[in-house]
């Protein structure tokens, strides 16, 4: 039987629809328990490539007949050999094209909803990484919001609805991905804001973002409205959207709220993530539709793929908003703090302007799942 690719975008729609599919990822077992392709009907046996070297006749009792099995690997390489020995066996099997490494990276854009005076708001799934990433448009003009360092998506996905980029925001200074930000503002001659708070040892030129501030999009009143919000970072900035969506950054998630130590300093800026999560958001009006900067998990996408929820509905499920005494709070923040995001010290570094590594640098520090909540 032949062997087929099958891309990142495909496996997406995979994920999405909830498909039922089979991996066979031969990363090495350390790799694969870090990080993976995941939804809520995959089936996965994790077998390492140098174990399959001399066949794999040991595995086929534990491989499905009659089911696609799709064979994973780092980059591609090893995934199409052993796809080949598969396939010899007479199974139906195809490989991820490109890897983990182009899983890591795609990005799907999905219409989020229209605003009220014309205009459109769409979100990108970076589904292999957790990122989410933000485009508003409004009679041909359009704002970026936290995007990734795969600037192209964002510029011919403009292109392709008739929109010229006239502003970029990063709603911190990331530390988890390397931001696509700077880059765009550069490539288009749009405005790059970032919060002064996160930029004081930046290299580079940006526009101050500040709590006053109301930026129109197009010749609309639609308007993104910057919301002070510390936290995950002393200069963490949310957007209130058209006065209908609140674009959270990683701050609030929808399972989870923003970890407050990729500075070193939880102890202090719990409190900060305490007063934005139960007072600034607390005034809110629940029926805002939050929009975070980031998912943990496949069961957080709503059926078409994006990632939403109102508020209200927040403050009533996500365990990390019904915490009511301080103590408590700060115990379960500072106790329930995943391992580091791969080379963050380095990312940070990258995201200031001090760092400038070369695309295939760039895509090693960011191999491995998101890490931007608390447990």
């Excluded at 990312?347 to 608390?374: F, H, S, W």
Aim: net charge negative.
């Amino acid at each position: 039987m032949s062997v087929n690719p099958m891309t990142a975008k495909e496996v997406t729609k995979k994920v999405i629809n909830k498909e039922s599919f089979f991996i066979l990822d031969i990363r090495n077992e350390d790799a694969f328990h870090d990080w993976k392709v995941e939804g809520e009907n995959i089936q996965y046996l994790n077998v390492p490539y140098f174990d399959l070297l001399d066949g794999v006749e040991e595995i086929l009792p534990q491989l499905p007949q009659g089911k696609e099995i799709l064979v994973i690997c780092a980059k591609e390489g090893s995934s199409i050999m052993i796809a080949n020995m598969l396939s010899e066996e007479g199974l139906n099997v195809s490989y991820l094209e490109g890897g983990m490494e182009a899983w890591s990276e795609y990005l799907e854009p999905v219409k989020v909803g229209d605003l009220k005076n014309g205009g459109e708001l769409y979100q990108f799934v970076r589904i292999g990484k957790g990122c989410l990433s933000y485009m508003v448009v409004s009679h041909g003009e359009a704002a970026l919001i936290d995007v990734t360092r795969m600037t192209d998506v964002y510029t011919k996905f403009a292109q392709e609805i008739g929109a010229t980029i006239t502003h970029v925001f990063d709603t911190h200074l990331h530390a988890d991905h390397i931001s696509g930000g700077r880059k765009i503002a550069e490539a288009t001659n749009a405005t790059y804001w970032l919060p002064p708070k996160d930029a004081q040892d930046v290299t580079f030129d940006f526009q101050p973002l500040e709590e006053d501030q109301h930026i129109t999009i197009g010749n609309t009143t639609i308007q993104i409205q910057p919301l002070y919000s510390p936290g995950h970072t002393i200069g963490s900035t949310s957007f209130i959207v058209d006065e209908s969506y609140l674009l959270s950054g990683d701050i609030l998630f929808i399972d989870s709220i923003g970890r407050p130590d990729l500075a070193g300093l939880a102890e202090d800026w719990v409190e900060d993530l305490r007063e934005t999560l139960y007072t600034r958001y607390k005034k809110l009006s629940d029926d805002l539709i939050v929009l975070p900067a980031h998912f943990m998990i496949t069961e957080e996408l709503n059926d078409d793929g994006s990632v939403s929820e109102k508020l209200g509905t927040l403050f009533e499920k996500n365990h990390g908003l019904k915490i009511e005494d301080e103590a408590a709070f700060r115990e379960m923040v500072t106790s329930n703090l995943p391992p580091q995001p791969n080379a963050y010290q380095e990312i940070r570094q990258t995201n200031m302007g001090k760092l400038t590594p070369d695309e295939e640098q760039q895509r090693e520090m960011e191999i491995g799942p998101n890490r931007c909540a608390v447990r």
